[in-house]
């Protein structure tokens, strides 16, 4: 079981920015491909950002692209999203999602879950 941990989430106004971080309990950290989804009230949770475990893949939702930064440190067990140029619909709960062997753009693919961090961008 990983346990991951979400911090760093706050209010900001438009165009400010942010840096989430996730820290993971596994000492295996490096074999999984991590990833950032959010979910506003009302709305489903939706893909941000992911990470492969190796290689480097990086992968971003159309919506974010040219603003957020996803990142990892291995030695640490955790990654990070950092968000710069924050909209109003940014607004949401961010979640990080660990999944083993794999990179993961869907939700229903995710295999371990933070209880999420509240970002709140003010117009």
């Known amino acids: 079981q990983v346990q991951l941990v979400e911090s760093g989430g706050g209010l900001v106004q438009t165009g400010g920015s942010l840096r989430l971080s996730c820290a993971a309990s596994e000492r295996t950290f490096s074999n999984y491909g991590m990833s950032w989804f959010r979910q506003a009230p009302g709305k489903e949770r939706e893909f941000v950002a992911a990470m492969s475990w190796i290689g480097g893949r990086i992968y971003y939702a159309d919506s974010v692209k040219g603003r957020f930064t996803i990142s990892r440190d291995n030695a640490k067990s955790t990654v990070y999203l950092q968000m710069n140029s924050l909209k109003p619909e940014d607004t949401a709960v961010y979640y990080c999602?660990?999944?083993?062997?794999?990179?993961?753009?869907?939700?229903?693919?995710?295999?371990?879950w933070g209880r999420g961090t509240q970002v709140t961008v003010s117009s």
């Open positions: 999602a660990a999944s083993r062997g794999k990179t993961v753009m869907l939700v229903k693919d995710a295999t371990y």
